[in-house]
T-cell receptor, first 113, second 115 residues
Framework: QQQVKQSPQSLIVQKGGIPIINCAYENTAFDYFPWYQQFPGKGPALLIAIRPDVSEKKEGRFTISFNKSAKQFSLHIMDSQPGDSATYFCAASIDTGFQKLVFGTGTRLLVSP | DAGITQSPRYKITETGRQVTLMCHQTWSHSYMFWYRQDLGHGLRLIYYSAAADITDKGEVPDGYVVSRSKTENFPLTLESATRSQTSVYFC??????????????FGPGTRLTVT
């Protein structure tokens, strides 16, 4: 049972483009939504996270948009660079003192030069 | 070295053998986690631990055993490995506290192949 559905599975954009990765969740009790970035041969690393009391959060070139009523959230990468080529995972959890994360299936992003 | 480490990085074993994957963190984080990563499934939680001697099941615990006798170590044991346990295994750790953005820090992973 996939509680967090992520799309697309893969994405190719040109340098400077704005890739958008979408996630949808089912459990309305989720209250923490992080995005993780993973480079080949490495472990995932936290990129940016949002809580449902805000609709948007920006950190540098990365933006999370959050739609609580639709139970959807998305990652936008502004002015994408070849160095952004990686696999991106969305996740969700319920704040119980720690994060018991439920991950999406991942999106492999390739930014061509 | 500071951080979170996993060993071995690569392991090939045969069906039915017992294998233990090691995880060590130097931050004294209270929480530690084991995930497996498979294509089409993302990362799935196997077990987690809130402190020494406190462990709990995640989404896919069958076939795995964990222990945590010391805060810094969280070994994962496959008691009788099966081909379906071929995967990349990640250990992670985090602090705790309601309302805090307690990032999970992931290790570099162990690629396990069961033949």
């Amino acid at each position: 049972q996939q509680q967090v559905k992520q799309s697309p599975q893969s994405l190719i954009v040109q340098k400077g483009g704005i890739p958008i990765i979408n996630c949808a969740y089912e459990n309305t009790a989720f209250d923490y939504f992080p995005w993780y970035q993973q480079f080949p041969g490495k472990g995932p690393a936290l990129l940016i996270a949002i809580r449902p009391d805000v609709s948007e959060k920006k950190e540098g070139r990365f933006t999370i948009s959050f739609n609580k009523s639709a139970k959807q959230f998305s990652l936008h990468i502004m002015d994408s660079q070849p160095g952004d080529s990686a696999t991106y995972f969305c996740a969700a959890s319920i704040d119980t003192g720690f994060q018991k994360l439920v991950f999406g299936t991942g999106t492999r992003l390739l930014v061509s030069p | 070295d500071a951080g979170i480490t996993q060993s071995p990085r690569y392991k090939i074993t045969e069906t039915g053998r017992q294998v233990t994957l090691m995880c060590h963190q130097t931050w004294s984080h209270s929480y530690m986690f084991w995930y497996r990563q498979d294509l089409g499934h993302g990362l799935r939680l196997i077990y987690y631990s809130a402190a020494a001697d406190i462990t709990d099941k995640g989404e896919v615990p069958d076939g795995y055993v964990v222990s945590r006798s010391k805060t810094e170590n969280f070994p994962l044991t496959l008691e009788s490995a099966t081909r379906s346990q071929t995967s990349v295994y990640f250990c992670a750790s985090s602090e705790s506290g309601v309302g805090n953005s307690y990032e999970q820090y992931f290790g570099p992973g162990t690629r396990l192949t069961v033949t």
